[in-house]
């Protein structure tokens, strides 16, 4: 009779938090599984990471974010210094006072650099913005698997479960059989020993494994003809034994029923533990598939949140160069504006210019050189005339 040393697949692997050294790079890390849903969440609400999905599934997200910690640090600093270099920038453009000193041919270059340069940052932002939003998509390309690992973990664990509740059923049922088979066992032996005492009946369990062994030491073990020879006629003295005791049961009806009673009991007992076993078998399997699946969970979760992090990262970037985009825009419109409102009079310092030219031609006026009529203008238009 087999023996009840079987043990049913582990259910509590997938309850708690793993702790297998491949899936925890720290030791240290802060037990989560303490915490209830909402304090997980708002944990993960303020490292900025998703809050949906189970507490297994929130509890290895908090793990991957402080595993991921350490490395996030060392780049701190570096990230630090770019983003302040960023966001301390000030005004790129030229304030009013400044461009109203200017004349117009500088405010035309300084337009045409404003327009350059707003022109690399709109390139500049677009391709941020592409970044970010392949970020987002490899984000939720792999949330949509990450889902799907853990819908396999669901269908694997409830098979697993289903299976265990299959084989402790049929041990049940096993025990009651092998209950009744001793004691249909003990009724035949007693009954053959009674009605045939005396003639020295063969152990027909220990016949058979007796074959048993010469059969298996006949395919395995190289052999003479000779001995080959002596094994065969062994086995058949052995067979040739069993058939006689069956022989001799057959003559009494009341042994032959309860040895046929019994060998049916026996046979349903090994059917039983055939059943039991496959379905163990069948149960370990799952468990290791659900396994498997909560492994690619996690890992596409960890990657999922990387990627989240990055899209965040990407966008920020691509505000800020937007921003200082729409700043030098905002200066072109300025110069527009201004160069339409002075129309023929110049700006500021081209008046001065002028006023300073029609001083000098003044100068020489008086001095009785020949002016030409245009510069006799100019002196007329400054009102020297």
């Known amino acids: 009779m087999d023996s009840d040393q079987e043990n049913q697949a582990t259910t509590a692997s997938e309850d708690s938090p793993s702790s297998n050294n491949s899936e925890s790079s720290v030791d240290t890390q802060e037990d989560f599984s303490k915490y209830s849903v909402d304090e997980l969440k708002s944990k993960l609400k303020e490292a900025g990471l998703p809050v949906s999905g189970k507490k297994a599934d929130l509890i290895e997200r908090l793990n991957s974010s402080e595993s991921d910690e350490t490395a996030k640090e060392s780049n701190s600093d570096e990230d630090v210094s770019d983003e302040g270099s960023e966001e301390t920038v000030a005004n790129p453009v030229l304030s009013l006072e400044e461009l109203e000193q200017l004349s117009r041919t500088d405010l035309r270059k300084i337009r045409k650099e404003y327009h350059q340069k707003a022109e690399e940052l709109r390139v500049s932002r677009d391709e941020l913005n592409l970044t970010s939003q392949t970020h987002a998509s490899e984000r939720n390309d792999l949330n949509v698997k990450a889902k799907e690992y853990m819908d396999e973990v669901h269908m694997y664990r409830d098979r697993r479960n289903g299976l265990n509740v299959e084989v402790g ?109 496959k379905s163990r078998q069948e149960a370990q399997s799952a468990h290791h598939s659900m396994k498997d699946s909560l492994r690619l969970n ?63 031609l003044f100068a020489k006026f008086l001095a009785g050189e020949k002016l030409s009529t245009e510069q006799l203008m100019i002196i007329q238009k400054a009102g020297m005339l």
Request: glycine share 2%.
């Open 169 to 277: 059923q049929i041990r049940d049922e096993r025990n009651e059989v092998t209950e009744k088979v001793n004691s249909l066992k003990d009724n035949f032996l007693s009954l053959k020993r009674k009605r045939f005492s005396g003639q020295n009946l063969p152990p027909i369990s220990r016949l058979r494994k007796q074959i048993q062994e010469l059969e298996i030491k006949q395919m395995t073990t190289p052999l003479t003809t000779d001995k080959e020879r002596a094994l065969v006629e062994e086995i058949s003295s052995l067979q040739n034994k069993i058939k006689q005791h069956d022989e001799l049961i057959e003559t009494d009806t009341e042994v032959l029923d309860a040895r046929d009673t019994f060998r049916e009991a026996e046979n349903k007992r090994r059917e039983l533990s055939k059943s039991m076993q």
């Open 298 to 360: 996690r890992s596409t979760r960890r990657k999922a949140d990387a990627a989240q992090r990055a899209f965040v990262k990407a966008k920020e970037k691509a505000d800020i160069v937007h921003n200082e985009y729409i700043e030098y825009l905002r200066g072109m419109q300025e110069i527009d504006r201004m160069t339409a409102s002075q129309g023929k009079s110049g700006s500021v310092a081209d008046q001065k210019a002028s006023a300073a030219s029609a001083e000098d």
